[in-house]
């Protein structure tokens, strides 16, 4: 099973290029384990850590390719309801957490939803 310390083998190749690539990959669904598995800090943890990576992964795929900012800045857009719903995702798996914190944790993860929602509009 993927957790937080090998979620980076999960695939690496895959291309996250649009919602459908990022909703079906790998670490949608390990995310999705880790979400519905039984409500602890390592859960918590390895969803969120998960989806850094994704998120790492759509800024280096535009990167890689040469996307101009206003491309990158499309691309977002594009990929953006299915980024929304890893971070929902991570902010449950938070919220089934019992460990200390973890409403902080949550609500970090909401505020840089929240950003990336500011950096997406017109």
Not at 20 to 43: C, F, P, Q, R, T
Not at 78 to 102: R, Y
């Amino acid at each position: 099973t993927a957790d937080g310390n090998n979620y980076m083998e999960l695939s690496s190749h895959t291309s996250l290029f649009n919602a459908e690539d990022i909703l079906s990959s790998d670490y949608a669904k390990a995310m999705k384990g880790w979400m519905y598995y039984s409500g602890n800090e390592k859960a918590a943890t390895s969803t969120e850590m998960i989806l850094c990576r994704v998120m790492e992964l759509v800024e280096k795929i535009d990167y890689d390719v040469g996307k101009t900012s206003d491309e990158h800045f499309y691309h977002i857009r594009e990929v953006a309801q299915a980024l929304v719903i890893l971070h929902n995702m991570a902010i449950q798996a938070w919220a089934k957490s019992k460990a200390k914190g973890s409403a902080e944790e949550a609500e970090m993860i909401l505020v840089r939803m929240m950003e990336l929602s500011d950096r997406t509009k017109d």
